[in-house]
T-cell receptor, first 116, second 114 residues
Framework: AQSVTQPDIHITVSEGASLELRCNYS??????LFWYVQSPGQGLQLLLK??????LVQGIKGFEAEFKRSQSSFNLRKPSVHWSDAAEYFC??????????????FGTGTQLKVEL | ETGVTQTPRHLVMGMTNKKSLKCEQH?????MYWYKQSAKKPLELMFV???????ENNSVPSRFSPECPNSSHLFLHLHTLQPEDSALYLC?????????????FGPGTRLTVL
């Protein structure tokens, strides 16, 4: 069965500082990996995704993530954090369902606080 | 309307009430999902519909009853809920195949069961 671990429940960074959010996954085949962001009172918005090819993936809002198969990791990074990045971030691994559609398994999320 | 919409955004109900949550997607997708988001727990996949057929049911109690009348609409019918069912209920949609798993989420319905 697939699973995702986000070891950091809360992270606080200063505005302008760099950011790295950790994600480790467990999956038997080549994984489909995602990072989503959720602002208070909102649904989830896709930041970026990895399916195959280049292991460094660029996303929206200046985020990037690197897939490392040897470490079963897909960490999210941003060189310079803005106050508006304060939100909760979710890593997910996906798999196609036999009957159609896809199943996403999420981590517990990392709450990011940005200090001005 | 664009994307995925959900109504109502907030719902308070007693344990003996019957209510329904509605989700509508305007993206031309044909797979739809219900998730439950509780505090300090990962998002839990509840139901998956693909081409209006239910393809996944993750051991959800029968007091939750989904309905997918067409590829654009998804309902979650609620009856005799428990206080522990209070949570944010999120709807999502995706391509049935070929969309590489990307799911688009609605803003959610915040449910409180008294």
């Amino acid at each position: 069965a697939q699973s995702v671990t986000q070891p950091d429940i809360h992270i606080t960074v200063s505005e302008g500082a760099s950011l790295e959010l950790r994600c480790n996954y467990s999956y038997g085949a080549t994984p489909y990996l995602f990072w989503y962001v959720q602002s208070p009172g909102q649904g989830l918005q896709l930041l970026l995704k990895y399916f195959s090819g280049d292991t460094l993936v660029q996303g929206i809002k200046g985020f990037e993530a690197e897939f490392k198969r040897s470490q079963s990791s897909f960490n999210l990074r941003k060189p310079s954090v803005h106050w508006s990045d304060a939100a909760e971030y979710f890593c997910a691994v996906g798999a196609e369902l036999t009957g159609g559609g896809n199943k996403l398994t999420f981590g517990t999320g990392t709450q990011l606080k940005v200090e001005l | 309307e664009t994307g995925v919409t959900q109504t109502p955004r907030h719902l308070v109900m007693g344990m003996t009430n019957k209510k329904s949550l509605k989700c509508e997607q305007h993206l031309g997708h044909n797979a739809m999902y219900w998730y439950k988001q509780s505090a300090k727990k990962p998002l839990e996949l509840m139901f998956v519909y693909s081409l209006e057929e239910r393809v996944e049911n993750n051991s959800v109690p029968s007091r939750f009853s989904p309905e997918c009348p067409n590829s654009s609409h998804l309902f979650l019918h609620l009856h005799t809920l428990q206080p522990e069912d209070s949570a944010l209920y999120l709807c999502a949609s995706s391509q049935e195949r070929g969309g590489l798993g990307e799911q688009f989420f609605g803003p959610g319905t915040r449910l409180t069961v008294l």
